[in-house]
C-alpha cells in the first residue's frame, strides 16, 4: 500500500473536522447577524473597536483591527480599530507592575469610551486576562464579544460578555481556522448593516 493511499483517510478526516465546525458556525447565523447589527450601530455612534487576546490570539486581534482600519476591499470604508496585543511595551510594562492578568484590563480602562466595542480572542475560553478586559470593558459600558474555542471555558459562562461566538472544536488549528472565518464575517456583515442604516442626525451620507 501507497503511502498516498494510507494517508488518505486522514485527510479526510482532517477536512470532516473543519466541516463540522463550519457546520456549527452556521448554526449561530442569528448570534452573528446581531452582534453585527450592534456593531454596525455602534461604529455609526462614533465608536471603535478593541480587540486583544494572547499569542495567536494577539495576531488574530492585530488581523481584526488592520481588517477595519485598512480595508482591502475596494470601496469599502474604513472603521475604526484597535489592538492592545500590538504594543509589547504596554503590554510588558503593565504586566510586570500589575500582573499579566491586568494587561488588557488596565488598556482598556485608559482608551475606551461607552460607544466603544470590546471583542476578546482566546483559543480554549480560560484566558484570565481576556476575560478581565471584558469584565473591565463590560463595567465601562461597553458592548463586548468573545471568540473562543473548545468549550468557552469561562469566558462562555461570563455575565460579562454580550455575545460569545465559539468555534466548535477542540483541535487548536481548526479553532483558529474558524475563528479567522468568523472575523471575516464580523467584518463583512458589519459594512452590510453599516451601509443599510440611515445617516444619523447631522451626518453627510458618504
Not at 473562543?148 to 461566538?165: E, T
Given at each position: 500500500m501507497s503511502a498516498i493511499s494510507t494517508m488518505k483517510p486522514a485527510v479526510s478526516e482532517a477536512f470532516a473536522r473543519r466541516d463540522r465546525a463550519g457546520r456549527a458556525l452556521g448554526d449561530d447565523a442569528e448570534r452573528i447577524a446581531r452582534a453585527c447589527q450592534e456593531m454596525a450601530v455602534l461604529f455609526r455612534l462614533g465608536g471603535k473597536l478593541i480587540v486583544f487576546g494572547n499569542g495567536g490570539g494577539g495576531t488574530d486581534a492585530a488581523h481584526i483591527a488592520v481588517e477595519f482600519m485598512h480595508p482591502v476591499i475596494v470601496g469599502k470604508r474604513a472603521l475604526p480599530a484597535v489592538a492592545l496585543s500590538n504594543d509589547a511595551a504596554t503590554v510588558s510594562g503593565v504586566g510586570n507592575d500589575e500582573g499579566l492578568a491586568e494587561v488588557f484590563a488596565h488598556q482598556v480602562r485608559h482608551w475606551a469610551d461607552t460607544s466603544d466595542m470590546a471583542l476578546g480572542i482566546s483559543r480554549d475560553g480560560r484566558c484570565a486576562n481576556v476575560l478581565r478586559g471584558l469584565e473591565t470593558a463590560k463595567d465601562q459600558g461597553l458592548?463586548?464579544?468573545?471568540?473562543?474555542?473548545?468549550?468557552?471555558?469561562?469566558?462562555?459562562?461570563?455575565?460579562?460578555?454580550?455575545?460569545?461566538?465559539?468555534?466548535?472544536?477542540d483541535d487548536p488549528a481548526v479553532v483558529k481556522e474558524i475563528h479567522v472565518t468568523i472575523y471575516h464575517l464580523?467584518?463583512?456583515?458589519?459594512?452590510?448593516?453599516?451601509?443599510?442604516?440611515?445617516?444619523?442626525?447631522?451626518e453627510t451620507p458618504g
Open positions: 458592548f463586548t464579544l468573545a471568540l473562543i474555542g473548545g468549550d468557552g471555558g469561562a469566558l462562555a459562562r461570563s455575565p460579562a460578555v454580550d455575545h460569545v461566538l465559539v468555534a466548535g472544536s464580523l467584518w463583512e456583515l458589519v459594512h452590510v448593516f453599516f451601509d443599510r442604516t440611515g445617516p444619523l442626525s447631522g
